[in-house]
Nanobody, 126 residues
Framework: EVQLVESGGGSVQAGGSLRLSCAAS????????VGWFRQASGKEREEVVT???????NYAHSVKGRFTMSTDDAKNTLYLQMDNLKPEDTAMYYC????????????????????WGQGTQVTVSS
């Protein structure tokens, strides 16, 4: 069974930084579909950063230039470095992953992604 486990959330003041980690078991992040999502209280889940069908990394406009997604293949861990945090970044953060699928138009990342972590809470105070 594939498991994704997030860690690294916490409380921080505006302008601070956090690094979220997503450790995978029975799943390899290399050349797969991965992403970070978040859901604030009372709001719908939104994409923070994902890898598209062409393998390009796409950041939400609200986090572009402040957040960076990376992977450590040796540790099989996905990271989200979050800098210059703002109160509006407060949310439960989830990592997600899936394998690429082959369709009539080529390889693609399915939506929604199949595997999800349990989430880690990020709270940013002003």
């Amino acid at each position: 069974e594939v498991q994704l486990v997030e860690s690294g959330g916490g409380s921080v003041q505006a302008g601070g930084s956090l690094r979220l980690s997503c450790a995978a078991s029975r799943f390899s992040f290399g050349s797969t579909c991965v992403g970070w999502f978040r859901q604030a209280s009372g709001k719908e889940r939104e994409e923070v950063v994902t890898i598209d069908n062409n393998g390009l990394t796409n950041y939400a406009h609200s986090v572009k230039g402040r957040f960076t997604m990376s992977t450590d293949d040796a540790k099989n861990t996905l990271y989200l470095q979050m800098d210059n945090l703002k109160p509006e970044d407060t949310a439960m953060y989830y990592c997600a992953a899936d394998v690429r699928r082959l369709g009539s138009d080529g390889w693609f990342c399915p939506r929604p992604l199949q595997y999800w972590g349990q989430g880690t809470q990020v709270t940013v105070s002003s």
